[in-house]
């Protein structure tokens, strides 16, 4: 479920903006100089990440996700245009205006619909050093977990093999048969 939609929200940024946008991708952690660093190299971008969610007060493990959606845009001549754009490359407020009504209302497949929460400037000393801006745009979207593994659907457990290995000793090895499921035969 998280997966897939941050998958989804991937793809409709690629539908959006894909052609004029060198990486779309998911971001698995927080923003560190590594990662600034990466992001230099592949301006403009649009970086995704699950940052968490609410669980809510149901019988079944109902989840209120928050995704951060990353603008990324870099250019050497200066942090006006880095946000507004240039005749050569779009600015982090050309991504945003485009993606941010793109993915409000977005419905993903038996999850739920993205709902935009808010829109900020990430503008840190870092990533000016870097010369790129980052803009952050996040959405929630309320959904459930799939439902529990029901046991009953599960064929019997037939066959356990173990390879054990003992320090200062030879490997030993156990394999049992259980036919009906219950009854070990040697």
């Not at 939609?5 to 894909?18: F, H, K, Q, W, Y």
């Not at 952050?136 to 356990?160: H, N, Q, R, W, Y």
């Amino acid at each position: 479920m998280l997966a897939e939609i941050e998958d989804a929200i991937i793809e409709r940024c690629r539908e959006l903006v894909g052609k004029h946008v060198k990486e779309i991708t998911d971001l698995p952690g927080n923003w560190d100089d590594q990662t600034l660093k990466a992001a230099r190299r592949s301006v403009p971008g649009i970086y995704v990440a699950w940052s968490g969610g609410r669980g809510e007060n149901n019988t079944r493990a109902t989840l209120t996700s928050r995704y951060a959606i990353y603008v990324v845009t870099g250019q050497a001549s200066g942090e006006r245009t880095r946000r507004r754009g240039s005749n050569r490359q779009l600015g982090a407020y050309e991504i945003l205006e485009q993606i941010v009504p793109g993915l409000h209302g977005m419905a993903v497949g038996g999850v739920g619909s993205l709902r935009l929460v808010q829109v900020d400037n990430l503008y840190s000393d870092r990533a000016d050093q870097q010369g790129i801006v980052i803009y952050g745009a996040v959405f929630e979207v309320k959904s459930m977990f799939p439902a529990p593994c029901d046991t009953a659907d599960l064929a019997d457990f037939e066959i356990f093999h173990t390879t054990s290995h003992v320090p200062d000793g030879p490997d030993t090895e156990g394999h049992h048969v259980f036919p009906n499921g219950n009854e070990a035969t040697p």
